[in-house]
Nanobody, 125 residues
C-alpha cells in the first residue's frame, strides 16, 4: 500500500502562484511514476502533469504549459507542482497520483493506482 498526501492548496488571486506538494510512503519512491490531476465542480477529473520515475519524461496539459512545473525529489519521496500565473479556470481540487508498476503513467488516470485525498485550489478573479 502506498499512501499519498497532498498539501499546499489555498485561495489566491488571479496571477498568483502556489506550490503543491505530494508526500508518498514507501522506500521505493524512485520506482513510482507520479501524476497530478484536477477536478472542478461538475466536471470530470482531468490530467494536469506527469513525471516519470527518473524525472526524465514530463508532460503537461496544454493549458498549463509554461505556467506549471512538475518536479520530484526522490531522496525525500516528494513530488511538487509549481503553479504560476494562476487563473480562475485553474480552480479545482488537485490530486496527486502514484503508480509503482510503470516507468511513466502519462495522461491516463487509470494508469495510476494510488491517489491522495486532494487539495483545494481556488483562484479568484
Amino acid at each position: 500500500q502506498v499512501h499519498v498526501v497532498e498539501s499546499g492548496g489555498g485561495l489566491v488571486q488571479a496571477g498568483a502562484s502556489l506550490r503543491l506538494s505530494c508526500a508518498t510512503s514507501g522506500s521505493t519512491f524512485s520506482t513510482y511514476c507520479m501524476g497530478w490531476f484536477r477536478q472542478a465542480p461538475g466536471q470530470e477529473r482531468e490530467f494536469v502533469a506527469a513525471i516519470s520515475r527518473s524525472g526524465g519524461s514530463i508532460e503537461y496539459k496544454d493549458s498549463v504549459k509554461g505556467r506549471f512545473i512538475i518536479s520530484r525529489d526522490n531522496n525525500k519521496n516528494m513530488v511538487y507542482l509549481q503553479m504560476n500565473s494562476l487563473q480562475p479556470e485553474d480552480t479545482a481540487v488537485y490530486y496527486c497520483a502514484a503508480d509503482p508498476s510503470r516507468y511513466y503513467g502519462g495522461t491516463v488516470a487509470t494508469h495510476y493506482e494510488y491517489w491522495g485525498q486532494g487539495t483545494q485550489v481556488t483562484v479568484s478573479s
